[in-house]
């Protein structure tokens, strides 16, 4: 059996550490990355049998690949906090673990997305998957602020069971989240973004919120349905607004 560390970054995630960590007690280390959490998170997670690494946080992707070569074991498995590996998932890690395939150094998984205690089978989120088990010499996770996924070229496969992801519990929250991500995805966007124009500020917001709701069947979820299809419109209108800013202050 091939050993495994678990790895969850975490920043102020009293609200979910315990049970995140609870969903990866198999593996044979558990990493917690911590950005200076300033609520319970560490001593909820002291509780188990896990290592504390702290460092300042940049972006997601910086931080998790700082993390990665402290890893002890060759197979990694990243965990964000608000996720969680089910005991059908757990045992099909295991299994991959017990006589992992030459040929192979990662593998996507799907995610089973939740909003606002609401499972969403539709607007966009229904074939949400990330690279979340993999090798640690063969993988490290693309250098941009916002949605980075690994990057590797060895070969990938896909799991057949899903995590659990407990992505948001208000609305507020959301909102606060794809702010945030607005001001980052500005700088990704700036050296690719030519000038900007009435279609970034209005079409793309536009489409982006029928893609969503009409496209990929956000009507089929609900008011939870409409709410993130505007809310993902809202936020390619920021992700613009935020590079206007941030180019006109390279002005001043």
């Not at 700036?190 to 496209?215: M, V």
């Amino acid at each position: 059996m091939e050993k495994l560390t678990a790895i969850i970054p975490v920043y102020n995630e009293a609200h979910h550490i315990e049970a995140a960590i609870q969903s990866v007690l198999f593996a044979d280390e558990i990493l917690i990355v911590d950005s200076f959490s300033t609520d319970e998170t560490l001593s909820i997670a002291r509780k188990f049998p896990v290592k504390i690494l702290q460092r300042e946080y940049e972006y997601s992707a910086s931080q998790k690949n700082w993390a990665i070569p402290q890893a002890t074991h060759n197979w990694i498995f990243i965990l964000d906090a608000d996720e969680r590996v089910t005991p059908q998932l757990q045992e099909e890690i295991q299994k991959i673990l017990s006589n992992p395939p030459q040929d192979l150094v990662g593998y996507w998984v799907y995610r089973n997305n939740h909003f606002i205690d609401k499972k969403i089978k539709y607007s966009g989120w229904q074939n949400d998957k990330v690279i979340r088990l993999f090798k640690k010499d063969f993988c490290r996770y693309k250098d941009q602020h916002v949605h980075a996924e690994i990057s590797t070229t060895g070969k990938l496969d896909y799991l057949h069971h899903t995590l659990q992801h407990y992505s948001f519990s208000s609305i507020q929250q959301f909102t606060a989240k794809l702010n945030k991500y607005a001001v980052w995805q500005a700088k990704d966007y700036d050296a690719r973004t030519g000038k900007l124009t009435p279609y970034h500020f209005i079409g793309k917001p536009l489409w982006r919120f029928i893609k969503h709701y009409a496209i990929q069947q956000g009507i089929r979820d609900g008011v939870p349905g409409l709410t993130i299809s505007y809310l993902h419109a809202y936020a390619v209108f920021m992700r613009y607004v935020n590079l206007w800013i941030l180019r006109n202050s390279k002005k001043t």
